[in-house]
């Protein structure tokens, strides 16, 4: 494999006329897209699911397929469709989605060094694509790197979000098809704890994701009372604050 931390040798020639540069993009392309493969199948579970959820709230096709091509973000549509049921302001419908997803600021101010040189545009670009799992799978290849902002970390990303986003948007519309055939009798609550499974067990490779892992599930059941679901905010801080505190006390115990 090769080592995308490393960046590309300098060039008093511009970078379209490196000869190396198709091979390395294709190379740190087909890297992402390895990395983000365990997670298609959960994806679209969760995107199926979704997408089915959305039509039985009540929502219309047209309604949900907007919802999906433009909030895409799976915690968000499902925290609000109780709430547009009930009829709910949408200052609240908007506070709820906001909170489920503030956890974003944290996977930004992390990503933030990798892409703090390109144009805002792009920046809020790669915001928007962004999911919990490029950003899980992207952290632990390039968390230590010494040189942060390369070509090949960004085309790594890419590779990620341009599948993550196929994946949901996909498998979410067709979930919005089969909302008006699959009958309401059938609970596929289940099927989206299995997907959310599927997504988190292979995480758990070392002993700091093991008690991030813990941390944040105890916390988030606990917390269940609280209220906008304000839970899933406070597991996701403790979770990676112990996550944190894990690494730490393993590096200065190897030290």
């Known amino acids: 494999m090769s080592d995308l931390n490393v960046p590309p040798p ?10 190396t540069l198709k091979a390395r993009r ?11 493969r365990p997670a298609i199948i959960p994806t679209a579970t969760w995107g199926l699911v979704t997408g089915i959820a959305l039509v039985k709230s009540g929502l219309s096709e047209q309604a949900a397929i907007m919802m999906t091509l433009m909030v895409y973000a799976g915690s968000a549509q499902l925290s609000s469709l109780p709430l547009i049921a009930a009829g709910a302001p949408l200052w609240l419908i908007f506070a709820a989605g906001f909170i489920v997803n503030v956890r974003f600021l944290i996977f930004g101010a992390a990503l933030q060094p990798y892409f703090q040189s390109l144009p805002w545009y792009k920046r809020l670009a790669y915001g928007y694509f962004t999911t919990d799992m490029s950003f899980v799978v992207f952290m632990p290849r390039f968390g230590h790197a010494a040189v942060r902002g390369t070509q090949e970390q960004r085309w790594f990303f890419l590779a990620m979000i341009v599948i993550g986003w196929l994946t949901w948007q996909l498998s979410s519309l067709l979930g919005i098809f089969l909302g008006t055939i699959v009958p309401t009798a059938w609970s596929l609550d289940y099927a989206a704890i299995l997907a959310l499974l599927g997504i988190a067990i292979p995480l758990a490779n070392s002993r700091p994701m093991l008690v991030a892992i813990i941390a944040s ?25 112990a996550g944190i505190w894990a690494e730490h006390r393993l590096n200065k115990g190897r030290a």
């Open 26 to 36: 294709q190379a740190a392309l087909k890297e992402g897209f390895l990395g983000i």
């Open 217 to 241: 599930g105890c916390t988030a059941w606990v917390a269940q009372p609280l209220p906008l679901r304000l839970g899933l905010l406070v597991a996701v801080v403790v979770g990676m604050s």
């Open 10 to 19: 300098s060039s008093s020639k511009p970078e379209r006329f490196d000869p």
